[in-house]
């Protein structure tokens, strides 16, 4: 970053341009924004500078620029568009100690005059470094549409009541009540106009103090498998009430849906193999919003407890001395047996059934393949979608009848479900030729139910 952007108090200030042409004319309607006094030095100046200085809005000079101009000038522009005549002012300038800008020129300018979006007092500068006037334009132009006319009227308003906010605690409890204003309550009163958008304040102001304080605390919730449905009763009371949610990859948007429209909501997904936020950097991002004093809510995809860092999590926000709680969801195993129509242990044929994972850290992960491999046992597989190869050579070394039932539900719970049944024989080519993208549990030892899901076994 060679230009580094920052804002000039003009106010009580002189800004000094040398020129009367067009480019005089460009800056000139800038410059008349600010506060500061405006001194044009013009031999033959436009008629709209000449309109300018009769309005009172400049002072116009109709001579050359002389070093004493100069003066205790904040800034001096060199708008001559002749090049002799700008660098004469530019040295004038740089003698005086003034920074200067010649128009269009870059290299031969101390700072330069970013395009703006004025929304006074809020104020956008783009810059480019010259790079790309073109864009600087499209930027400007997004912005103009994007932001609301009446937003410098919103932030003045707010601006002057700002003292009476200090009746708030200071922290989450003043941030809540500006967001409520400039995001839902300040847009819908400005329609009325400034009376009304200060009555507004007021009252928000008023219902703000109301509120009861409640103390920080993180709820670790699970979401279940995807159906907003089989979310518990509690896990939705706690999402609607949460300011911050920090939500895992698997969570479906009908249920980040369901936060408030203030909510935080944070997307610490990772991948299975790919890059992501580390767990470290989850943890901190728990333990920062909850020392903030939010009301954290810390979505799991399926049950907190199965395959899901809970105890890192929980270790993070202890060693904060952070209030914590843990509510519990629907598991993926459970909702791929319910889709199967079985159950995961049965009179007379398993009294245990085992969730294992297909990779953990060090890659495919190792299990009591022989115990898995007998005929009746059944093992939920979870992150075994790419195991499958791994998997099946395993407990076939170890014993396991090629027929063994194997089904792999994918999106269990939603809309898009699919069962895939098939034999451990089959897996890994029925799985390559079934093309999954969403997540998808494997059940060793169990078929869907005949008549439960016919039309699904097509697959
Ligand atoms: N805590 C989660 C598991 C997290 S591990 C739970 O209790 O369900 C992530 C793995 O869970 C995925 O790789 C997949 O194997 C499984 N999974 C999660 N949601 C699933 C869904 N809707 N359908 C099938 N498998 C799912």
């Known amino acids: 970053m060679r230009h580094y952007p920052v804002y000039l108090d003009t106010r009580a200030k002189r800004i000094v341009l040398s020129g009367g042409g067009e480019a005089a004319v460009a800056k000139l309607r800038l410059l008349m924004k600010t506060e500061a006094e405006i001194h044009v030095f013009a031999e033959a100046p436009d008629s709209l500078i000449t309109d300018w200085s009769e309005a009172g809005r400049i002072t116009l000079l109709r001579r050359a620029l002389t070093p004493l101009d100069l003066t205790d000038a904040a800034l001096a522009y060199a708008a001559d568009e002749e090049p002799g005549r700008d660098a004469a002012t530019a040295a004038m300038a740089r003698a005086a100690g003034v920074p200067h800008n010649i128009v269009d020129d870059l290299q031969g300018s101390a700072f330069i005059t970013p395009a703006i979006v004025d929304r006074d007092p809020v104020t956008v500068a783009i ?27 919103l932030a003045r308003i707010g601006k002057a009541f700002r003292t009476m906010a200090e009746a708030l605690p200071m922290g989450r409890a003043r941030r809540d009540f500006w967001r409520d204003y400039y995001e839902r309550t300040g847009p819908r009163a400005i329609a009325g106009g400034e009376a009304e958008t200060q009555a507004a304040l007021e009252a928000l102001l008023e219902e703000h103090l109301q509120r009861p304080a409640r103390a920080a605390h993180v709820a670790f919730v699970g979401a279940g498998p995807g159906d907003p449905e089989l979310l518990t009763l ?41 890059p992501s936020l580390t767990q470290e950097d989850i943890n901190a991002l728990i333990v920062e919003h909850t020392r903030d004093g939010a009301q954290v809510v810390r979505l799991k995809g399926g049950d907190t407890a199965v395959f899901a860092r809970l105890d890192d999590e929980i270790e993070a926000c202890e060693a904060h001395g952070l209030s914590y709680s843990v509510v519990p969801g629907i598991t993926a195993a459970s909702a791929s047996a319910a889709a199967l129509g079985q159950s995961l242990t049965k009179r007379g044929r398993n009294t245990e059934a085992r969730l294992v994972t297909g990779h953990d850290m060090q890659g495919y992960a190792d299990h009591d393949w022989a115990r898995l491999a007998r005929t009746g046992e059944v093992t939920a597989i979870y992150m075994g979608k790419r195991a499958a190869r791994f998997l099946q050579g395993r407990l076939i070394m170890h014993g396991a009848a090629p027929n063994m039932p194997v089904s792999v539900v994918e999106n269990a719970s939603l ?45």
Request: hydrophobic content about 45%.
């Open 127 to 153: 810059g480019t470094e010259g790079a790309a006037p073109v864009l600087a334009r499209l930027i400007k132009s997004d912005l103009e549409a994007r932001l609301s006319p009446s937003l410098g009227a």
């Open 234 to 274: 509690k896990a939705r009371r706690l999402i609607d009430e949460a300011d911050v949610i920090i939500h895992d990859r698997l969570i479906a948007k009908p249920i980040l849906e369901l936060a408030r429209r203030e909510a935080l909501v944070i997307n610490a997904g990772k991948e299975g193999f790919g």
């Open 415 to 459: 809309p898009s479900q699919r069962i895939l049944a098939t034999t451990l024989a089959q897996l890994p080519q029925a799985q390559a030729e079934a093309a999954l993208t969403g997540p998808a549990l494997t059940l060793l030892g169990l078929a869907p139910r005949q008549q439960h899901t016919k039309e699904e076994r097509a697959l």
